[in-house]
């Protein structure tokens, strides 16, 4: 643990592969994380634009067909009609095996909703996690830079997963966001994968203290209201090396603007 003045967060490696931090409250969660980010933020490889264009251009033909799914997005493995109210994969929340396994925890959960076994130490392995946590990306993974979404393709072929990046809670990333969320639970049966910026008296995760700076991946297995709530579980539940994990549920619904605002300043993988 390092101390520094009230002006500087105070860091601990702690907690679900990230850094948990006591700091003084920050109005204005967006510039506050933009000044502070350390994130590579790697551009995006030519597939993972090309993919990433692949799968908006599927949500549109969704739309206008009135729910024929393209084979370019999920091939066979898809359903039909248009995206219902509500939607949800199965609920499989697993706690994480140390303090820094959120990452490894969430791709075995993510990985086990579309019939894939690998463990979490496995992924560890595949992830590069450190004892600071997995990475969004950098951390000399390969192919592409943005470790969760290479493994997660890795390991399965349901559905070509891509990072989203988030920079802010806008109007048009909460869209975009829970557009992606129907186009993955219902279309291609496959769930999202969140990685949370928590910042002091900002919004939180259910059960994650409010005054802390966290960081932690999760993995999202459904909607509500056509999007416009997150069904999710959280690997902190039951994780014994987490001194607050009790007061987490594993498994939380929660308003997907809040959700956006959580995953700004890194995003998520679809």
Not at 179 to 183: A, H, K, R, V
């Given at each position: 643990m390092r101390?520094?003045?009230r002006s500087v967060i105070v860091t601990i490696a702690l907690a679900m592969g990230v850094f948990l931090s006591a700091a003084a409250?920050?109005?204005d969660g967006t510039a506050w994380k933009a000044a502070h980010d350390t994130d590579p933020h790697l551009p995006l490889t030519a597939e993972q634009l090309r993919m990433t264009a692949q799968k908006r251009q599927a949500e549109s033909i969704f739309s206008a067909n009135g729910g024929v799914i393209p084979s370019l997005q999920c091939g066979a493995s898809c359903g039909g009609g248009g995206y219902p109210g509500?939607?949800?994969l199965v609920a499989n929340q697993t706690p994480q095996i140390t303090s820094y396994y959120c990452g490894p925890a969430t791709v075995h959960e993510a990985l086990g909703a579309v019939g894939v076994s690998l463990s979490q130490s496995a992924a560890a392995t595949a992830l590069h996690t450190t004892?600071?946590?997995?990475?969004?990306?950098?951390g000399g993974t390969s192919p592409s830079g943005y470790p969760v979404p290479d493994v997660l393709n890795r390991?399965?072929?349901r559905n070509y997963y891509v990072p989203q990046a988030v920079s802010s809670a806008s109007p048009s990333a909460i869209d975009t966001y829970e557009?992606?969320?129907?186009?993955d639970i219902y279309a291609v049966r496959a769930p999202v994968v969140g990685n949370a910026w928590e910042v002091p008296n900002g919004y939180h995760l259910t059960g994650h203290p409010s005054n802390s700076q966290i960081f932690h991946w999760f993995e999202i297995r459904g909607y509500q209201s056509s999007g416009a709530s997150t069904m999710y579980e959280d690997s902190v539940h039951g994780a014994t090396s987490i001194g607050w994990s009790g007061n987490v549920p594993a498994y939380s619904t929660q308003p997907s603007n809040q959700i956006v605002s959580i995953i700004s300043g890194r995003g998520y993988v679809w």
């Open positions: 101390i520094a003045s409250a920050q109005a509500s939607a949800s004892s600071g946590g997995t990475a969004w990306s950098g390991y399965q072929s557009n992606d969320l129907e186009s």
